[in-house]
């Protein structure tokens, strides 16, 4: 019975974390981010709350590993909402920070909601 529980449980958690993640999406493709998703936003306003930050420090603070943050900032990074700058003294550590072009789309997002 307690395992009956648990899968009822894991299968609504799961249900609702799809219908969310539609919800989402659809609302980023009606706003014209056809190609975004919300890990992107999260990533934007942890760059937006600091002006610099490091691939490692932004995949720690939006709790994914280095590898798909790399792929995020990758798709912002084609569309001009950020840019990369690696360390002068180590090139190993590469900073993540919005544009100008991102900087404005916050702006814009801002004055719509």
């Known amino acids: 019975m307690e395992n009956y529980k648990t899968n009822k449980l894991l299968t609504l958690i799961s249900n609702i974390h ?59 990074e084609n569309y001009g909402f950020v840019e990369r700058v690696s360390d002068q003294k180590d090139n190993r550590i590469v900073f993540i920070s919005l544009s100008e072009k991102g900087k404005a789309e916050l702006v814009e997002l801002d004055k719509n909601y």
């Open 18 to 76: 799809s219908k969310v993640s539609d919800y989402l999406q659809n609302k980023l493709n009606e706003e014209g981010f056809k190609n975004l998703s919300s890990s992107h936003g999260n990533i934007m306003y942890q760059l937006s709350v600091q002006d610099s930050i490091s691939m490692t420090e932004l995949a720690k603070k939006v709790n994914r590993d280095k590898s798909t943050v790399t792929v995020l900032i990758r798709k912002l």
